[in-house]
């Protein structure tokens, strides 16, 4: 009686070591995972930054192109039909300060007297 007490005892402990060990690789497979999963998602947001910075690039250079366009005859870009307030500064976008219905402050007086409206004038870029 006491050999077969002692083998459904020797049996309960192999069934518990076993699951506690099914447990445990249970837990390292999902780390492994998790890791996995996370490399995986800084890959993808490392590639996004340098598509964005590429394309952060690439707009500074049409940026710098059409500067240099306005500002070819030596005088000022904003003596252009259309063209851009030499304040303007693109880095931090915005228009004009000075064009009407564009002044950050409508109270305050326009950097440059106000044109009369000529549509034969506009341009589109």
């Given at each position: 009686m006491q050999a077969i007490?002692?083998?459904?005892?020797?049996?309960?402990?192999?069934?518990?070591?076993?699951?506690?060990?099914?447990?445990?690789?249970?837990?390292?497979?999902?780390?492994?995972?998790?890791?996995?999963e996370v490399a995986h998602e800084v890959r993808l947001a490392r590639e996004a930054e340098a598509s964005m910075d590429l394309h952060v690039a690439k707009a500074s250079e049409r940026v710098d192109k059409e500067i240099a366009k306005y500002s070819g005859g030596g005088d000022s870009y904003s003596q252009q039909p259309g063209g851009l307030d030499s304040s303007y500064d693109p880095s931090i976008g915005g228009g004009n300060p000075g064009d009407i219905g564009m002044n950050p402050n409508p109270n305050a007086p326009a950097s440059r007297p106000a044109e009369p409206h000529n549509p034969s004038s506009h341009q589109l870029l």
């Open positions: 007490r002692d083998k459904i005892n020797d049996i309960k402990a192999m069934r518990k070591a076993k699951a506690e060990a099914k447990a445990e690789e249970k837990a390292e497979k999902e780390l492994a995972k998790a890791r996995v």
